[in-house]
Nanobody, 123 residues
Framework: QLQLVESGGGLVQPGGSLRLSCAAS????????IGWFRQAPGKEREAVSC????????DYADSVKGRFTISRDNANNTVYLQMNSLKPEDTAIYYC????????????????WGQGTQVTVSS
């Protein structure tokens, strides 16, 4: 059974950092593009960052460029999202998702989804 599990969310003060992890089971993550997406209350799900299977292609939303870094450890079947300089507007449920071919970094293009992890940025 193909499964993605996110972890690492929590409550952090503005300016703080968190590292999210996306672990895969039931399939080999290195053969898939992975995306991080987020959904705030009352808002549509939006793309945060996507990475190709090799890691050679990466996209970031303008709102997180320079603050967030996506990376992957194919040997451990895990993708990470390092989030620095967090802002209250980063508060959302963060999801990772997988697809076989890297293309447009949008939720509708991704096939397999995790359950999400809550990130709250507040003083």
């Amino acid at each position: 059974q193909l499964q993605l599990v996110e972890s690492g969310g929590g409550l952090v003060q503005p300016g703080g950092s968190l590292r999210l992890s996306c672990a895969a089971s039931g399939f080999t993550l290195e053969h898939h593009a992975i995306g991080w997406f987020r959904q705030a209350p009352g808002k549509e799900r939006e793309a945060v960052s996507c990475i190709s299977s090799s890691g050679g292609s990466i996209d970031y939303a303008d709102s997180v460029k320079g603050r967030f870094t996506i990376s992957r450890d194919n040997a451990n079947n895990t993708v990470y999202l390092q989030m620095n300089s967090l802002k209250p507007e980063d508060t959302a449920i963060y999801y990772c998702a997988a697809k076989e071919v890297f293309s447009i970094c949008m939720p509708s293009f991704y096939d397999y989804w995790g359950q999400g992890t809550q990130v709250t940025v507040s003083s």
